[in-house]
């Protein structure tokens, strides 16, 4: 469905399995099952949601294995599954070493702060990698196109990303305490810093989506690599400065 474009089915059915999932989870919690009543909205809108997409969709699974298409997709998923796993691995030692080094509020400051800032960007990735990477895909061939619509994107992106970035910077001290309370106001200066970063999310987010859709995952996984062993060897040579130079690391 992703591949074709066909949005609304994943939608309705998104809506109405997180909106029946919600009553029930509500429900039980009301009614005193406790941390039961989460459970419950997990379970609900994962089998509801699946459910409703396998009777609209056109394909149906079957019980069968196919050696030649596992043989062909492969590479190319293979690549993708380690360098998730290294951004994932690098991510959480960057955690680590922030906790171990500094003190559990210093960490809860600096996460809070990527958290937020992740709000927009994770909107962003999502929705690239959603839509786009189906779009890419199916005008590969065509180079001339690709560039064309690859600029275009970044362009509508980037007038609607980099206002929301300046202006999460400007106003990131009154919308940490109206948001999160006075006690979260440390954070405020690191998420004016990685909101810099946030300002060129789109540009990485797109080309890396061309990439995979002109099915360069090697050249992805080469990124990744590098991007996290540079991150972490920076981490080591500033860790005794501060809690802010460590946020300019993402920049």
């Known amino acids: 469905m992703t591949k074709k474009l066909h949005f609304k089915v994943q939608s309705v059915a998104k809506i109405i399995s997180i909106s029946v999932a919600g009553t029930i989870s509500i429900s039980?919690?009301?009614?005193?099952?406790?941390?039961?009543?989460?459970?419950?909205?997990?379970?609900?809108?994962?089998?509801?949601?699946m459910t409703m997409i396998l009777y609209k969709s056109t394909w149906k699974p079957k019980c069968s294995f196919s050696y030649e298409s596992f043989k062909s997709l492969l590479p190319f998923s293979l690549r993708l599954v380690i360098a998730g796993q290294i951004?994932?691995?690098?991510?959480?030692?960057?955690?680590?070493?922030?906790?171990?080094?500094?003190s559990p509020s210093i960490l809860g400051y600096s996460s809070r702060a990527s958290q937020t800032n992740g709000i927009i960007s994770n909107v962003i990735n999502r929705s690239v990698n959603r839509v786009f990477f189906s779009v890419f895909s199916s005008i590969k061939d065509d180079k001339e196109r690709l560039i064309r619509g690859t600029r275009r994107l970044?362009?509508?992106l980037a007038f609607i990303n980099t206002p929301i970035?300046?202006?999460?910077?400007?106003?990131?001290?009154?919308?940490?305490?109206?948001?999160?309370?006075?006690?979260?106001?440390?954070?405020?200066?690191?998420?004016?810093?990685?909101c810099i970063l946030g300002i060129f999310v789109p540009f990485y987010t797109i080309n890396?989506?061309?990439?995979?859709?002109l099915g360069h995952t090697k050249v992805n996984l080469h990124i990744t690599s590098f991007s996290t062993i540079s991150t972490l060897s920076i981490l080591y040579f500033t860790i005794d400065i501060s809690i802010q130079a460590l946020s300019l690391i993402h920049i």
């Open 28 to 49: 039980m919690a009301y009614l005193g099952y406790g941390v039961w009543s989460l459970v419950a909205h997990s379970l609900t809108a994962s089998i509801l949601n």
């Open 87 to 102: 951004n994932s691995i690098g991510a959480n030692i960057q955690k680590l070493l922030i906790g171990k080094h500094f």
């Open 154 to 156: 970044m362009k509508n």
């Open 165 to 194: 970035m300046i202006g999460m910077i400007t106003v990131a001290k009154p919308m940490t305490i109206v948001v999160f309370t006075s006690k979260w106001l440390p954070s405020a200066p690191l998420l004016q810093i990685v």
């Open 208 to 213: 890396n989506t061309v990439l995979i859709a």
